[in-house]
């Protein structure tokens, strides 16, 4: 079944478009919590979120060209946020270790979020960054910060060495940095 | 900001960037040697082949080479088939058929409506009977528990369906079954007592529910499905491979004369025809047609399969076209030969003429061009002509296409906005007419597939007489009325006043009074609730003729009431006339609602 037959069944209302996206992309999405909470019942937990809140959004979302994005960017965040609730969850410690990393690319780190940029301003300022790198540099640097792989997994899919996965993503991050001062944001 | 704020904060990246990095990476590393030694030999390929064009029609009964039989096919796709995960899918059907009862939603006969609810409640779906004297709802007949045995198994939501009225029965059709195991259901209830039909006749049909018409006196079931022939899941028996019907609990095989394999299907892919007659009460004819077929085009007495490899894009394209009334006879073949990607967007029959525009690209490396194609064959002849337009760019995308007294109306997009380009069709010659009218673009409106509706396909231009024709634009503006008698040129544009999220019902568009009508539906978002969403039906009504300027002359009126409907869907909203009022059926409410 294609995503516009799911997302009309969801709009339909009909049960089914549960059953159609967990048999499509259900694999694909708790891949996507594991990565973040390292349990599989969390995860689990996770993806059943993930439909409740798919089927509370469609309508009115209609996610036609980007379904799995949609429900990958609905069990990431609640993934996250089942991390900062459960500060027990062992995969807590990756977490950091990703922050950290992204932190290298802040020009000023500072913990007030909101006084310093609003989100709509962050969103362009990301995608612009993101449009502004090759096609394979973004998904690494995607796969890295916004599915969460290991490094070990990056370099597996793009076939390059651990080194070079991790050369890649330093030479990113140093450019992130370089294109927020570049464009004055004061993050 | 701190390193986890902003990990948190990449949910902002484009849904475009995070699909795409959930595709599997194809590396492209490769060496320039290598790399230089492919680009001379693809550059030296492309060069000889660039002014390559052979479109060519031939009649043969014979409508594959490489297979004599099913059992042959089966044979070589064991081993060579493409497999795909996809095995069962509705195939795209363009019906222009005159005279030909269409699937409806909803039915009336006498003073009654029948409405089929695939959402009756959590567990069962069922017809509703409407009574148009009282203006309620009389009774639901749980369509599962009625049937016979041969159905019962399906206790679940058809997915596909669709009614009509014929004589004094009402007809139902429903895809049912499980994903890998779909079936569709035609039921065939007397209406002796409206208020309590009887079921009279039951066949099962294989596939997905892809369309069907009445016509003299005849019904035309067409189911599409498809199966897996490679490795250890291959079945044993070749009938296995075969549609199958089941006529009032007798099952009817299908033999190897009534099967034909379109060109080399490179997986089991079948669109299964089915007559019946009504009259007789039995199946006069029936058919398979194998093939990897991309969308059925039908006409009176005619259909026509455009057959290109889902697999391979630059595959060549061919158009088998049959003869119904003929025992589907094969009456032409028509191959696509032109160098680059061709891909067929419409076939009209005029006459013994088939008239077919094609979109066609071609070039190398960065440097590709677009152009459309108009072929008009002459199938009694055998003969054909054709004409390219050179579109401005590669990436100028076909909208719609409308079909009218001699010519193809066809809107060329690029970015966010449109233009026209005409073909002529005069007795088999081919010319085009260029025109510099801009328009709104209709993206999300022609091609669109509205999955669980008979209407299936919409177009967005639709022909209102004198060479005038209403076009639906979803956004920004609501629709335009573009007088084409000579250059293109509006006569009614409308101007913003129409919400950007409505939706037109484009089957309800009426003449009253020198006004032409046209039914939307508006959702409000703001009231939804429990995953529910409401909506306002409105009937806007413009002055097509009058001098400029043009102007919505009433807006919501004559809908007085603004009625809540369950659901945004175009298919939903059928509208009835009775005693001088429109009715049309609220899916929230189950209720019969007046539109006044």
């Known amino acids: ?187 | 900001m701190r390193g986890k704020d902003l990990l948190e904060k990449l949910e902002l990246v484009d849904s475009e960037y995070i699909q795409a990095a959930s595709m599997p990476w194809k590396k492209k590393r490769i060496t320039s040697k290598i790399a230089a030694v492919i680009f001379i030999f693809l550059s030296i390929s492309i060069i000889i082949q660039m002014n390559y064009t052979n479109i060519n029609i031939s009649t043969s009964r014979n409508t594959s080479d490489k297979y004599s039989s099913l059992t042959d096919m089966l044979n070589y796709l064991e081993t060579n088939e493409k497999h795909s995960d996809i095995k069962s899918e509705i195939i795209s059907v363009s019906a222009n058929i005159n005279g030909a009862d269409e699937m409806q939603l909803s039915v009336m006969y006498k003073d009654y409506i029948y409405h089929f609810n695939d959402y009756i409640d959590k567990y069962s779906s069922g017809i509703q009977i409407f009574s148009l004297k009282e203006n309620k709802l009389l009774k639901t007949i749980n369509t599962v528990s009625s049937q016979t045995a041969v159905l019962k198994e399906f206790d679940i939501h058809p997915y596909n369906y669709g009614m009509f009225i014929y004589q004094d029965e009402l007809i139902l059709l429903c895809t049912v079954g499980e994903y890998d195991d779909m079936k569709t259901s035609v039921n065939i209830y007397s209406l002796d007592s409206p208020e309590n039909p009887k079921i009279k006749c039951q066949y099962l049909q294989s596939g997905h529910l892809d369309t069907a018409f009445i016509s003299d006196n005849r019904l035309y079931l067409f189911t599409s499905d498809g199966m897996c022939a490679c490795g250890f899941s291959a079945k044993s028996d070749t009938d296995d491979y075969k549609p199958y019907l089941v006529f009032d609990e007798k099952t009817i095989k299908w033999n190897d004369n009534e099967i034909n394999i379109l060109g080399e299907p490179q997986r089991v892919f079948y669109s299964a025809v089915s007559i019946m007659d009504l009259q007789k009460n039995e199946i006069s004819q029936k058919r398979a047609f194998y093939g990897d077929v991309q969308e059925m085009f039908l006409d009176e007495n005619t259909i026509s399969f455009y057959i290109k490899h889902s697999f391979n894009y630059f595959e060549k394209p061919s158009i088998y076209i049959f003869d119904i009334s003929d025992n589907f006879s094969c009456i032409s073949k028509i191959n696509i030969n032109k160098s680059g990607v061709t891909n067929i967007l419409d076939i009209k029959k005029s006459g013994d003429y088939y008239n077919i525009i094609c979109q066609h690209y071609s070039g190398i490396m960065y440097y590709w061009s677009s152009e459309i194609l108009a072929v008009s064959a002459d199938t009694k002849n055998n003969t054909l002509n054709y004409q390219s337009f050179k579109l401005d760019s590669a990436n100028a995308v076909t909208d719609d296409i409308v079909w009218d007294d001699g010519k193809a109306i066809i809107t060329v997009s690029q970015s966010s906005t449109a233009k026209f380009v005409i073909a002529k069709f005069d007795n088999g010659n081919v010319s085009f007419k260029n025109t510099s009218l801009y328009v709104d673009r209709v993206a999300g409106i022609d091609g669109h597939e509205y999955f669980n509706s008979p209407f299936r396909s919409i177009k967005s231009m639709i022909p209102i007489g004198n060479n005038l024709y209403l076009r639906y634009n979803r956004k920004p503006d609501g629709f335009d009325i573009i007088d084409f008698s000579d250059e293109p040129k509006y006569l009614y544009k409308s101007q913003g006043e129409i919400p950007s999220d409505c939706r037109f019902n484009y089957r309800y568009t009426w003449y009253e009074n020198g006004l032409l009508h046209t039914v939307a539906i508006i959702p409000d978002n703001s009231k939804g609730s429990n995953g529910k969403t409401l909506s306002e039906v409105y009937v806007y009504s413009v002055e097509p003729q009058s001098t400029s300027p043009f102007t919505l002359v009433k807006k919501s009126s004559p809908l007085k009431r603004k009625s809540k409907l369950y659901g945004i869907f175009i298919g939903d909203l059928t509208v009835f006339q009775y005693n001088g009022r429109q009715f049309y059926i609220n899916s929230e409410t189950h209720s019969l609602e007046v539109l006044e």
């Open chain 1, 1 to 187: 079944m294609n995503d516009e037959q799911i997302i009309t069944l969801y709009w339909k209302r009909s049960e089914k478009a549960i059953k159609e996206t967990s048999k499509k992309y259900g694999k694909k999405l708790k891949a996507v919590s594991m990565n973040i909470v390292q349990s599989i019942p969390t995860a689990e937990e996770c993806e059943n979120d993930t439909y409740l809140e798919a089927w509370n959004s469609m309508p009115p979302h209609e996610p036609h060209n980007y379904l799995f994005a949609f429900l990958a960017r609905i069990i990431r965040h609640i993934s996250l946020n089942r991390c900062k609730e459960q500060n027990t969850l062992k995969r807590n410690a990756f977490v950091c270790e990703l922050s950290a990393e992204l932190e290298e690319c802040i020009p000023s780190p500072d913990d007030d979020i909101n006084a310093k940029i609003d989100e709509i301003t962050l969103k362009n300022v990301i995608n612009d960054f993101l449009s502004s790198l090759t096609e394979e540099k973004r998904r690494i640097f995607l796969r890295r910060y916004w599915y969460m792989d290991s490094i070990k997994d990056i370099a597996k899919r793009f076939s390059i060495s651990e080194s070079n996965a991790k050369t890649t993503l330093f030479r990113i991050r140093e450019q992130m940095k370089e294109y927020l001062v570049k464009e004055g944001y004061d993050i």
